[in-house]
């Protein structure tokens, strides 16, 4: 099962002269819940975007399973086994909750261009099963009474849902969260946070989650990275960094 | 559930016959001419609809491939049995019927090469290099004597009648409706939506658009050589810049990625220049240039009411939800 480790080293990039971040490294186990902490404007954001492609990083190695993934586009991330969510929700706001999901299995080519225009047996057949599964996927996030409504005319909270129900339609080894407790409210952080915990049991994905709030990823991240001015001040599990002065500095400090 | 879809496909064609007959003899030419023209434009409209409405990127050279379409057909038609008399067939229905097709392969191809370099551009920047290509394929035409050059090229064989435009209609129609409801329109609505969340759920965007391009300008291409079987004549001024305008115009007052609202904007970008010039005429004969007046005035007190476009993203049947509700039933039963 070592197959698929994720494993960064010395990732850097800078905007224009400024170091954004400068010697990353992480690695997480499959079926791993690691979180990355830090103060806002830390980098954490910019490290999900060059682990995902949309940025390329200017110095630095990033492996999935042993296949480096630097000069990855995005997509080809996605397909490698890498899906992520959004801190600013990206949701295909027009399309249906339903589509929002099937378009994560569209990677995967279940049909062929003369299937869709012809109608044959097997455009029904696996665009019936694709519905069914992503219709599984939207139950288990609570949202398959909304499989009909527009992405954008959901709640706050359900368009978080969505966007992990997304994500994880892509059946990635690798998931990675961009705060996705929030502006939800307190009881709905917990039951994220447990959401978060079952998901990886029940999808065996590993997953990286980004927290502002470091209370919420102390109770169900095994590991947890901690990022200030871009570059990693701590790492460990959750009792570590809470008793190192660093932390509590640089982040607890100015709570 | 296979046959069905073929028998339902017979009947349409054949109504779309039994039409034609109908109206070629008991309306007047000009009546026929006018729903003819409609018939094409409602081509160019669902067609340049699937890059501008549902991809969401921005073209201007519609007319442009539309003159590929035209232009190669009619070449094929008209010029090839001239240069040999063995290919005289070209000038029979079948002949015409294969450059139709031709000229939508070819206006493809022409959209996969404009569409490769230009569509990395985004939003304006695309516009106004899809307005010089288009530009530089009516110069083209404008230059090569072969074909006419500014004098055009005359004696084309007028076969398309109100059977092939509808026809060719249908199956646009049908061909755009199947493919958005499927994992390649999704994709492609994927695009308009948010690139960046679309490259992240794994398509890959830049592919996506040249094929809503390429396909865009088959259908395009299509339109243009029924143009040109209807109307016998075509020159390069036919596909200058403002024919490229009428059709944004119908895919925005239809509303951008709504199929039906292509057919609608089609309808009234068409029909309403022809009613103004009725209603002109009947007010004692106001001179016809209050026509290109009155037209831009309605569409911007149009755009003011409704910027989404008649229907916005939505389709016809949208706004019907019970009828939706028996398609349903239907597809499951
Ligand atoms: N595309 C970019 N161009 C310029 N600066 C950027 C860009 N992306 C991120 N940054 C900068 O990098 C720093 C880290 O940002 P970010 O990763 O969003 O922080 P966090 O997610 O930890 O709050 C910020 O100073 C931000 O301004
Ligand atoms: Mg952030």
């Not at chain 1, 991330?77 to 959004?86: D, L, M, P, S, V």
């Not at chain 2, 007959?21 to 609809?49: D, K, Q």
């Not at chain 2, 519609?62 to 094929?76: K, N």
């Not at chain 2, 090569?144 to 026809?167: C, H, K, M, N, Q």
Request: charged share 15%; proline share 4%.
């Amino acid at each position: 099962m070592a197959e698929f480790t994720f494993e960064a080293a010395g990732l850097g990039i800078s905007f224009g002269g400024l170091k954004a971040v400068s010697g990353f490294g992480l690695k997480i186990h499959p079926e791993g819940l690691c979180g990355l902490i830090g103060p806002n404007g830390a980098g954490k954001t910019t490290v999900f975007n060059l682990m995902t492609g949309v940025y390329k990083p200017d110095q630095g190695t990033m492996t999935l399973g042993g296949q480096s993934l630097i000069g990855f586009a995005p997509y080809e991330i996605a397909k490698a086994g890498i899906a992520r969510t959004f801190q600013n929700i990206r949701l295909m706001g027009d399309l249906s909750v339903l589509d929002n999901v099937l378009l994560s299995y569209h990677f995967r080519e279940p049909y062929r261009y003369i299937d869709a225009i012809l109608h044959t047996s097997r455009f029904q057949k696996n665009e019936a099963e694709l519905k069914d599964r992503a219709v599984e996927l939207l139950e288990l996030m609570g949202l398959a009474n909304r499989k009909d409504d527009q992405a954008k005319n959901l709640s706050y909270g359900n368009q978080r849902r969505l966007e992990i129900a997304r994500a994880l339609a892509l059946r990635p080894k690798l998931l990675l969260l961009d705060e996705p407790a929030a502006g939800l409210n307190s009881k709905e952080k917990v039951d994220l946070m447990h959401t978060v915990s079952d998901i990886r049991d029940r999808f065996k994905v590993a997953i990286l989650l980004i927290e502002h709030d470091m209370k919420l990823v102390m109770g169900i991240c095994e590991r947890i990275t901690v990022l200030d001015h871009g570059e990693i001040i701590a790492e460990g599990t959750a009792k570590e960094i809470q008793e190192n002065p660093k932390v509590i500095e640089a982040y607890l400090g100015v709570e | 559930m296979k046959y069905t879809q073929w028998i339902i496909f017979g009947l349409v064609i054949g109504a779309i016959w039994t039409l034609g007959f109908l109206f070629e003899t008991n309306l007047n030419p000009y009546v026929v001419r006018v729903i003819v023209n409609c018939g094409i434009a409602m081509i160019l409209a669902m067609s340049l609809n699937l890059v501008n409405g549902c991809a969401g990127q921005f073209s201007l050279g519609h007319a442009g491939f539309m003159g590929v379409g035209a232009y190669l057909s009619a070449a094929i038609t008209t010029l090839l049995p001239v240069a040999f008399p063995q290919l005289s067939f070209l000038r029979e229905p079948l002949g015409i019927g294969i450059a139709v097709v031709v000229g939508g392969f070819g206006a493809g191809i022409a959209g996969y090469l404009v569409g490769l370099p230009s569509l990395r551009l985004r939003g304006d920047y695309l516009a106004i290099v899809t307005l010089g290509f288009g530009e530089i394929i009516r110069i083209i035409f404008l230059n090569v004597d072969a074909v006419g050059g500014p004098r055009g090229l005359p004696g084309i064989p007028r076969e398309s009648t109100f059977f092939w435009v509808y026809f060719w209609a249908f199956v646009t129609f049908l061909f755009l409706y199947r493919l958005m409801k499927s994992t390649y329109g999704r994709a492609i609505l994927s695009i308009r939506e948010n690139e960046i969340a679309a490259e992240s759920m794994g398509i890959k965007v830049s592919h996506y658009k040249v094929v809503a391009f390429v396909i865009s300008s088959f259908f395009a291409g299509i339109a243009g050589a029924l143009f040109a079987h209807y109307q016998g004549f075509i020159d390069p001024a036919t596909f200058n810049f403002n024919r490229s305008v009428d059709v944004v115009i119908m895919v925005v007052l239809g509303g951008m990625g709504s199929l039906s609202g292509a057919l609608i904007g089609g309808i009234i970008v068409s029909l309403l220049p022809e009613l103004l010039r009725m209603i002109l005429f009947t007010m004692g004969g106001l001179p016809d240039t209050y026509r290109m007046v009155i037209f831009p005035l309605i569409l911007i007190v149009l755009m003011l009411v409704r910027p989404v476009g008649l229907l916005g993203h939505k389709e016809i049947w949208d706004f019907f939800p019970s009828f939706k509700k028996k398609k349903g039933v239907k597809a499951h039963g």
